[in-house]
């Protein structure tokens, strides 16, 4: 009986160990994972922390019994790997007991970790992260002791408070990406005065500009008090955090969050030879395998090909991972599967605004790939003129000049008027090199309550089109 060992329990590892022992049940899989949750939405972590989601349960797919249950997968959760042997073809993994298992085939999908930026103070109570269910639920258990204790330290308030109703002491925000964002209004909306702070010129810096300016105005409406062009220097203090301190001074808060991006978990598979390509995240072929064989890579640890550059990106998102995983696992199964290109499609909801993107928006990352980008951003409405409802969708287009070729966009829009279902047509156009021209020829979906004749997508394709 051939053994396919995976390491991490996640989204990458549990795909593809589910789909493999789906297509090959006589496949004896066996899944190790550090921690003690598999199968869960680490997404959902900030709207459990506002509270919009009850249980840490609620965000498991399939539970730790289901797989070793029902689907027949040997998991070891609270088991560690600490080393690959790929002359023995043995990980060695670390539990109540070190534990040495064969493989046949290994899958590596040890995930990412949060990134810690290089400032003082991040060891000081207080500070947090949210990169695991265990972040998540002592970020919760925070939000429900102040909001039942009140101040847990009782920092000087800060301006933003006099608009807010039993307003908790003020936290900070190291960070203005998807994390940033979305718990910027987690905090908010329990009543904390929130600032955020930003190293550079703008939040959402992988969005377009217009799109990020848009999200920034509103955030500043729900009165976080967000710092661009702000460095953090430390996390000032005694045993708790007491401020932020940045070059301008210090900002009095009671907690901060940090979240400044994640990095690849290349650990183990560095020192067992896997190499790594230069995003920093582990080198894989279209199947997914690395350098070495019979060992694959997937997930949050691992680059993938771009499908506007054609090189190696690192795009550490869920339904890359998941797709991956189950590519990976058709593969072990004896049916070659290719993983799949990424766009670096994406979105995210602040307060009363989404916004999406897809493709390559910055001009320098287009030059370098070969294109002549231009860029053009339009407003337009939602929904009919004459319907009662709706409001505005901001569209942001980048093209090549010569080809027409859609290279990337951005579009935001109020909550629930179409933003990130609008950005589905551009994925389309992005991932299959669709021109301008045919691009403002799809045949989108109207209705008044839904859509503008011309969708403004294909409106945005019209106007750059004409500007080549």
Known sequence: MSTFVVIGGDAAGMSAAS???????????????AGEWVSYGACGLPYYVKGEIQSL?????VTSEEFREQRDIDLRTNHEVISIDPD?????????????????????????????????????????TLGSMSDGRDLREYVSRARTDGDLHQPDRGPACQFLENCNGPVGIVGGGYIGIEMAEALAANDFEVHLFQRGGRILKSFSEATSEAIGDHLAEQNVAVNLNTEVEGLAGGEVVEAVVTESGRTPVEMVLVGTGVSPRTDIAEEAGIELGETGAIAADAY???NLPDVYAAGDCAEAEHVVTGEAGYVPLALTANRHGRAVGRTIAGNPTRGGGVAGTAAVKAFEVEAARTGVLDGREARRAGFDPITETIDTKSRAGYYPEGGTVRVTLTADRESGRVLGGSLVSEYGEGAVHRSHALVGAVTEGVTLGKLSNYDLAYAPPFNTTWDPVLTAAKVLDGKR
């Open 88 to 128: 023995d073809r043995t990980v060695t993994a670390r539990g109540e007991d070190e534990v040495v298992q064969a493989y046949d085939q290994l899958l590596v999908s040890t995930g990412a970790a949060a990134v810690e930026p290089p400032i003082d103070g991040l060891d000081r109570n207080g500070v947090y």
């Open 19 to 33: 789909k493999a022992k789906r297509d090959d049940p006589d496949l004896d899989v066996v899944v190790f994972e």
């Open 57 to 61: 349960d609620d965000l498991v797919s």
């Open 288 to 290: 997914r395998e690395t």
